[in-house]
């Protein structure tokens, strides 16, 4: 697969292979401060030896089973105080591929930006943007989709599509990434940000839904009310209160302890 197999305007029409790097997000915000790549680059790689996943966790990937990437956007468009706009346009293009390819499942975005498959993690997305007064200059789209793996060793909250019964190649799922990322980008620069951020609650976990949450002083049952443009969440509580929160300040409680 080369980036002639992408019907897109821009997206993936500059493709770097890698078979193997320390973490694709890494490779291209170095190859930016090098280079002039086109807005749609794309960096890919069969493996990441040190792939970063948010607040400083660590993602993982098998060699030639998974798909890790990273795309650059430049959404000057787009105001820094509403960047959470970009979190949601990469989460509504994943959710989008798997609803497709795997029709049966549940497919759901933890806020805010986990994408499951009945509950169990698939996907995760790291977005580092770089901001030069009021304006986003680029950002970095980093994803990791689990499409061939089989183990997890030992992590019960993760799957892969192949174990979710996803009987087709990585390549076509590449293919339907990149073409439904630019679709999600180019709805978000016409169409706007509260457009994009209605499908997004449309996809959310825990709407209309209740769920139990932990935060810093208990744990609750709750529903999502919404996710603000700065990414802040609220959740009404069963009784009443809205508490709201920015990210990792507040728990899903998505399992049961195996333990009892
Ligand atoms: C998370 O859920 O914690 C986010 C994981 C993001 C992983 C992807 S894989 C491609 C890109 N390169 C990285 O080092 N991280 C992101």
Redesign the pocket.
Same mark, same amino acid.
């Given at each position: 697969m080369d980036s002639s197999s992408f019907n897109t305007l821009f997206t993936g029409k500059f493709l770097i292979k890698l078979d193997e790097v320390d973490?694709? !997000? !890494?490779y291209l915000k170095e190859y930016i401060s090098n280079n002039k790549p086109i807005e749609g680059t794309v960096i890919l790689a069969e493996v %990441?030896t040190? /792939?970063? +996943? %948010?607040m400083g966790?660590t993602?993982q990937?098998q060699q030639g089973e998974d798909i890790?990437?990273?795309v650059l956007y430049r959404p000057k468009f787009i105001e820094v105080s509403k960047q959470f706009a970009l979190s949601a346009m990469a989460s509504l293009a994943v959710h989008d591929l798997l609803t497709d390819l795997l029709p049966t499942r549940k497919i759901e975005v933890k806020w805010p930006n986990?994408i499951l498959i009945d509950r169990k993690?698939v996907c /995760? #997305?790291?977005i580092e943007n770089s901001i030069r007064g009021s304006q986003l200059q680029h950002s970095i789209i +980093? #994803? +990791?989709l689990n499409v061939g793996r089989m183990l997890f060793e030992g992590n019960y909250q993760a799957t892969s599509m192949r174990l979710e019964g996803y009987e087709g190649g990585k390549e076509f799922v590449l293919k339907r990434l990149i073409e439904g990322l630019e679709k999600y980008y180019l709805t978000l620069k016409n169409k706007g940000n509260e457009f994009i951020l209605n499908k997004y609650h449309d996809v959310l976990l825990g709407v209309n839904q209740e769920l139990s949450f932990t935060d810093k002083d208990e744990t609750y049952i709750g529903k999502v009310s919404k996710v603000n443009l700065d990414g802040q969440i609220e959740i009404q509580t069963a009784c009443q209160r809205v508490k709201k929160y920015y990210h990792k300040e507040v728990k899903f409680n998505l399992f049961r302890s195996l333990t009892f």
């Amino acid at each position: 697969m080369d980036s002639s197999s992408f019907n897109t305007l821009f997206t993936g029409k500059f493709l770097i292979k890698l078979d193997e790097v320390d973490s694709t !997000n !890494n490779y291209l915000k170095e190859y930016i401060s090098n280079n002039k790549p086109i807005e749609g680059t794309v960096i890919l790689a069969e493996v %990441q030896t040190a /792939g970063r +996943g %948010q607040m400083g966790t660590t993602w993982q990937s098998q060699q030639g089973e998974d798909i890790t990437l990273s795309v650059l956007y430049r959404p000057k468009f787009i105001e820094v105080s509403k960047q959470f706009a970009l979190s949601a346009m990469a989460s509504l293009a994943v959710h989008d591929l798997l609803t497709d390819l795997l029709p049966t499942r549940k497919i759901e975005v933890k806020w805010p930006n986990d994408i499951l498959i009945d509950r169990k993690k698939v996907c /995760g #997305i790291l977005i580092e943007n770089s901001i030069r007064g009021s304006q986003l200059q680029h950002s970095i789209i +980093g #994803i +990791g989709l689990n499409v061939g793996r089989m183990l997890f060793e030992g992590n019960y909250q993760a799957t892969s599509m192949r174990l979710e019964g996803y009987e087709g190649g990585k390549e076509f799922v590449l293919k339907r990434l990149i073409e439904g990322l630019e679709k999600y980008y180019l709805t978000l620069k016409n169409k706007g940000n509260e457009f994009i951020l209605n499908k997004y609650h449309d996809v959310l976990l825990g709407v209309n839904q209740e769920l139990s949450f932990t935060d810093k002083d208990e744990t609750y049952i709750g529903k999502v009310s919404k996710v603000n443009l700065d990414g802040q969440i609220e959740i009404q509580t069963a009784c009443q209160r809205v508490k709201k929160y920015y990210h990792k300040e507040v728990k899903f409680n998505l399992f049961r302890s195996l333990t009892f």
